[in-house]
Nanobody
Framework: VQLQASGGGLVQAGGSLRLACAAS??????MAWFRQAPGQEREFVAG????????EYGDSVKGRFIISRLNSRNSMYLQMNSLEPEDTAVYYC?????????????????WGQGTLVTVSS
């Protein structure tokens, strides 16, 4: 399985961006977004199960970000609204075949290369 993240860029505070993660190979059961700012640990952002019904969000993005997936395209998305400078980070998509959303980096087997999101104040 290979994951490819895209959609990052430079946006002003209060703006929006939509990230995409395209998966090749077998369809993974659980997918997630993590982010890592310079000098900080990789942080769980959002996760979604295979059906797309169950979703979990990190506390810092609840009410602003929306995770979704389109299994027919083997893809996952992250709609990011009301962006803040604190959201600046490299965003990674992750996946695993096992069910159950994990909020830890160790809980995922497959990782994309990351896409940079920069929010200016």
């Amino acid at each position: 399985v290979q994951l490819q993240a895209s959609g990052g860029g430079l946006v002003q505070a209060g703006g929006s961006l939509r990230l995409a993660c395209a998966a090749s190979g077998r369809t993974v059961s659980t997918m997630a977004w993590f982010r890592q700012a310079p000098g900080q640990e990789r942080e769980f952002v959002a996760g979604i199960n295979l059906s797309g019904v169950r979703k979990e969000y990190g506390d810092s993005v609840k009410g602003r970000f929306i995770i979704s997936r389109l299994n027919s395209r083997n893809s996952m998305y992250l709609q990011m609204n009301s962006l803040e400078p604190e959201d600046t980070a490299v965003y990674y998509c992750a996946g695993k075949f096992q069910p159950g959303i994990s909020t830890t980096r160790a809980g995922y087997t497959y990782w994309g290369q990351g896409t940079l999101v920069t929010v200016s104040s």
